[in-house]
Nanobody
Framework: QVQLVESGGGLVQAGGSLRLSCADSGRTFSYLAMGWFRQAPGKEREFVGGISRSGGATYYADSVKGRFTISRDNAKNTVYLQMNSLKPEDSAVYYC????????????????WGPGTQVTVSS
């Protein structure tokens, strides 16, 4: 059973950094591709980044490329999202998700979702 829980969200000033973590309590973490999505009020959920099972491949939305870094530690069943140079438009609820296959960019590819963690960037 895959159970994802995000942590690390909070309030930060523009230009600051946060690191989000997502832990899986199941036993199949290393077999799952992982992704991060975000949803701001009144907007659709959007892809932020994805990482392959081994961690050897990563993918990013253009809006975060060069500022955000996704990584994973399969020994700890955890995926991370390091967010630097944060902007007010990065404010959203951030979700991690796990996929058995499919396209990283598409939310419909993901089978399991965490409850989300709020990130607020003040100007």
């Amino acid at each position: 059973q895959v159970q994802l829980v995000e942590s690390g969200g909070g309030l930060v000033q523009a230009g600051g950094s946060l690191r989000l973590s997502c832990a899986d309590s199941g036993r199949t973490f290393s077999y799952l591709a992982m992704g991060w999505f975000r949803q701001a009020p009144g907007k659709e959920r959007e892809f932020v980044g994805g990482i392959s099972r081994s961690g050897g491949a990563t993918y990013y939305a253009d809006s975060v490329k060069g500022r955000f870094t996704i990584s994973r530690d399969n020994a700890k069943n955890t995926v991370y999202l390091q967010m630097n140079s944060l902007k007010p438009e990065d404010s959203a609820v951030y979700y991690c998700a796990a996929a058995q296959g499919g396209r990283y960019f598409e939310a419909s590819s993901y089978d399991y979702w965490g409850p989300g963690t709020q990130v607020t960037v003040s100007s």
